[in-house]
């Protein structure tokens, strides 16, 4: 038996986990912030829903990624501190985001969150961080989901150019 065939978690984290690990977690901690500050400029309950759920979703991550990483005696990423509630009325109107903006950067990170936890699925050797990864792009597809259907439903989907074939005329 080899060093790679036993209980997973014995297993040693090899550097491309330990970067994606490090790395997942310092993205986090900035999105988690912007995520506070857009929280703030949204009007609509229903996209502030989604916001919200976005953050907790990215500290539940966060704390999974820590733990790896304090067992494996890795020091963990700077955090910015939390961001305070603000009303939106008291943010000035050329100073606020809109919902569609809103929701439009999170639909941006989600999908980059995809690609990212593909990536990170792709390059482990350890199967317990693989799967982690692979509930964590479940998660993201499913929370992606949902705010397409808002943004269909809001009419803030910006689709590209639709190719429709033309008529047959004969």
């Not at 949204?42 to 999974?64: F, H, P, W």
């Not at 790896?68 to 939106?88: F, S, T, Y």
Request: aromatic fraction near 4%; proline fraction near 8%.
């Amino acid at each position: 038996m080899g060093i790679m065939s036993r209980n997973p978690k014995d297993e040693p984290l090899h550097y491309g986990e330990i970067f994606t690990i490090w790395s997942n977690i310092l993205t986090n901690n900035g999105m988690i912030a912007m995520y506070q500050t857009l929280y703030n400029h949204t009007g609509d309950r229903d996209l502030a829903k989604l916001v919200e759920e976005s953050i907790t979703g990215m500290e539940e991550e966060n704390k999974q990624l820590k733990e790896i990483l304090k067992v494996n005696g890795i020091g963990l990423p700077p955090a910015p501190p939390e961001r305070p509630n603000a009303r939106l009325e008291d943010i000035p109107v050329g100073a606020r985001y809109n919902d569609p903006e809103i929701s439009a950067i999170i639909s941006g990170n989600l999908a980059a969150g995809l690609v990212a936890c593909s990536t990170a699925m792709g390059m482990c050797t350890r199967e317990d961080i693989a799967m982690m990864y692979g509930q964590m792009h479940m998660s993201k597809a499913q929370l992606g989901a949902r705010l397409l259907r808002l943004n269909k439903n809001k009419g803030w989907l910006v689709p590209p150019p639709l190719h429709v074939a033309p008529h047959d005329e004969r």
